[in-house]
């Protein structure tokens, strides 16, 4: 009976001690990252559904670790440390990237490039380059502004309205082409156009003479885009209709093998 008993507190332990800390805790980060990266303990309990307590005891933790941070108004805030782990696993995710982004290249023959959503900025995290002596190229690490790009709209077109709007009224929508879309209205239309086809196009709105076509990696970690991109003369209207099919299975299949490494 003893060591049944011994054996028995040490499950309780272990399924309401660290484990469920450990769980809780982060739960407490995304919530915060999905309210925009503060809140105060009211929010995160009525959110959450925990106790005052407990959140006050996990976001003292955090805080002491540098995960969060206490604002001057006694709200919380995802705090510097993150940035490094932020940061370290976007290049491992490009990392896992490669491979599927050389194959969009051999089946497509267009550079291929796998892009975050990172704040109010899209992110390049990985890049295999096209076979073609005149090819696009963007610097893995390089940030744009998700209005004129393909991978923006890709990334944005599943966010509300109401989230799109406020990202562009913080972000303006600055022309980087005469082709650039430059009103809220018109990022809405075209968001409308990518969920309806599938897929986004950027059409000589980031630089003039390139095209790109970019979808949306389903049930990615986070939210993250592929694309292709090259010269207006070689992805014509045509090639389109050829490569988006080779872009979707490909985000399928990556996003299948994100799961599975769970990543």
Known sequence: MPTSSASTTDSAKSATGGVQSLERAFDLL????DAGGEVGLSEL???SGLPLPT???LMRTLVACGYVRQQPNRRYALGPRLIRLGESASRLLGTWARPYLARLVEETGETANMALLDGDE??????VPSKHSMRMFTEVGRRVLPHSTGVGKALLAHTPDDEVRALLSRT?????TERTITTPEGFLAALADVRRLGYAVDDNE???GVRC???FVPDSPTAAAISISGPAGRVTEDATDRIV???QEVAAELSEALASTGA
């Open 172 to 176: 303006g929508m600055p022309a980087a």
């Open 30 to 33: 995304e919530r915060m990252a």
């Open 213 to 215: 076509l970019a979808v």
């Open 45 to 47: 309990s009525a959110s």
């Open 206 to 208: 980031q630089e003039i």
């Open 55 to 57: 959140i006050h005891r």
């Open 245 to 247: 099919p080779v872009l």
């Open 122 to 127: 899209i992110v390049y995290v990985a890049q």
